[in-house]
């Protein structure tokens, strides 16, 4: 069986993606992760038995690290998840952003390269590089302008997407320079079990629960391309084994929403799901000062990724948006440790100084 050298596979995506190359006999897997405010050990719990998994607590910048893993498991690839992931976080403090973003990543091609310089030509050939990176590199879009496709330019905005664009113009130029088998992901908003309610589709979830104001931004008009995590996990292992090496894939849901859409479906599941007397969960829908710099649109043309490899997303937005609301209803301890002192001064942080939105 191969083995994968995954980061951050403690966070949202890596740890369904690991979850599922066990149940599925995909791989061995090391995960290094540094344990942020948005990972969880409980998020990969279920394994701790499973020896065909391996905890190692470390930051991908950590270059002596990263070699000794690489050698010490005879790696068959890397897939690289780690980052920081919040755009609102990146407005507050960019800096973490380039340091684990750029500079991180950065670190993990070199570690990367020196490995696979020295693996026998057959290993060589084999040898993966998978970087995981977003949609959010190409900038925002008109209403009536084309998805993006693989060619559609960079135009960052957000220090969160620069710090990702940086990445993957440097995994770019390992392939080009070096001959580093790298092959990089692009993909829309994911939803699901198991992410961080920081992000939309929990926040609100958590807060309707709490009787808390759920906070849309500016006028909640913002379009966003929503992928449920499964389909994207089955994407990148598709990627991962069947693609040349140096392509980039643009990886999208093909359900583009409205944030309030969005936070109105939320609300119907929950008035299904937990109904109370003469009460609407949309009645604590608050328009709140918009995010600077916030792209108006994003979606994805996955036509490339569906004419080579066949793949294209099965969830659709309604079963997975209740799929993920009770997995976040059968999960209160999950939830309960999360909402911690650290996450509660996120939130003081980034909602108790927005004033209510100007709408006209
Ligand atoms: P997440 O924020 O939930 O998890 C990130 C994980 O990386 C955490 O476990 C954290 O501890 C770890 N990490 C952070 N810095 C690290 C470092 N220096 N060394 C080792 N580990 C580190 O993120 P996610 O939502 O799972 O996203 C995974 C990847 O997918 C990211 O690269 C992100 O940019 C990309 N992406 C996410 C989405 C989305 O909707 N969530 C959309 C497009 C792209
Ligand atoms: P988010 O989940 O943070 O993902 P991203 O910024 O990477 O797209 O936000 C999704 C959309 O929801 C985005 O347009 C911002 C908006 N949003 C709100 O309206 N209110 C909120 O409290 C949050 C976190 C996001």
Redesign the pocket.
């Known amino acids: 069986m191969q083995t994968f050298l995954i ?10 993606f690991i979850l599922k190359c066990r149940r599925e006999n995909w791989a061995n897997i090391i995960n ?9 050990l409980k ?1 990969l719990s279920e394994l701790d038995n499973d020896t065909g998994y391996n905890f190692v607590y ?5 270059l002596e690290l990263l070699l000794h893993l690489l050698k010490e498991y005879q790696v068959d690839a890397v897939i ?7 755009v609102d976080r990146s407005i507050f403090s960019p800096q ?1 952003f380039i ?3 750029v500079l ?1 990543t950065f670190q993990l091609l070199e570690a990367s390269r020196d490995y696979w310089k020295k693996l026998s030509p057959q290993k060589q050939e084999q040898f993966r590089f998978l ?6 590199v190409y900038g925002s879009l008109a209403t009536t302008d084309p998805a993006f496709r693989e060619d559609t330019p960079y135009a960052p905005n957000s220090p ?1 997407a620069a710090s ?1 664009a940086a990445s993957d113009h440097f995994v770019r130029a390992y392939y080009h320079t070096y001959g580093l088998p790298t092959l990089t992901t ?6 699901g079990p198991r ?2 309610p920081e ?1 939309l589709i929990p926040l609100i979830t958590l807060n309707a629960l709490d009787g808390q104001p759920l906070p849309v931004y500016g006028d909640g008009k913002n379009v966003r391309d929503w ?1 449920y ?1 499964e389909d ?1 996990c089955e994407a990148i292992y598709l990627v991962l084994q069947n693609s040349q090496v140096g392509e980039t894939y643009n990886i999208g849901g093909n359900n583009e929403q409205t944030n309030l859409t969005v936070v109105e479906q939320i609300c119907s599941i929950l008035d299904e799901l937990i109904p109370k007397p003469n009460f609407r969960y949309s009645s604590l829908i608050t328009f709140v000062e918009d995010r600077p710099g916030h792209d108006q649109r994003y979606a994805i043309d996955c036509g490339k990724i569906k004419r080579d490899l066949g793949w294209q997303p099965k969830e659709n937005f309604e079963s997975g948006l209740l799929k993920t609301i009770q997995w976040y209803l059968s999960n209160k301890s999950w939830v309960e440790k999360i909402q911690s002192k650290d996450y509660q001064t996120w939130i003081q942080q980034n909602y108790k100084g927005r004033k209510k939105a100007n709408l006209r």
């Open positions: 980061t951050g596979g403690l966070g949202f995506i890596g740890c369904n290094i992760d540094k344990l942020t405010y948005a990972s969880n998020n470390g930051d991908i910048a950590n690289n998840f780690a980052a920081e992931s919040h973490d340091e684990t973003n991180g970087h995981i990176s977003t949609d959010e969160y990702k692009n993909c829309s908003n994911n939803y992410q961080f992000k992928l995590v994207h």
